[in-house]
């Protein structure tokens, strides 16, 4: 199977490693425990999205553009829904 790296597989790894840490090393007021069950969420979130774009997608540039236009559309989006 040919490894396919692309933005959304990353976002997966750094969030996977970023909610495990914060597992593994708690503070004392357990906020860290509580921050990382979205992050689990967003590592799963992003896990399948970027499963079902290179289903259907398979040129490895192509994916590369999709996905960090779809990121940078999610990240307009949360801004302006934080605005309002």
């Given amino acids: 199977m040919k490894l396919k790296?692309?933005?959304?597989?990353?976002?997966?790894s750094v969030s996977l490693v970023s909610s495990v840490y914060l597992l593994l090393f708690p503070d004392a007021s357990g906020w860290?425990?509580?921050?990382?069950?979205?992050?689990?969420?967003?590592?799963?979130?992003?896990?399948?999205?970027?499963?079902?774009?290179?289903?259907?997608?398979?040129?490895i540039k192509?994916?590369?553009i999709v996905e960090l236009a779809f990121l940078i559309f999610a990240a307009v989006l949360l801004i302006f829904i934080r605005r309002i």
């Fill in 32 to 59: 860290r425990k509580l921050g990382a069950i979205p992050l689990l969420g967003v590592g799963l979130l992003s896990f399948i999205i970027d499963v079902f774009f290179k289903t259907y997608i398979k040129d």
């Fill in 5 to 12: 790296l692309s933005p959304l597989n990353i976002l997966t």
């Fill in 62 to 64: 192509r994916i590369w």
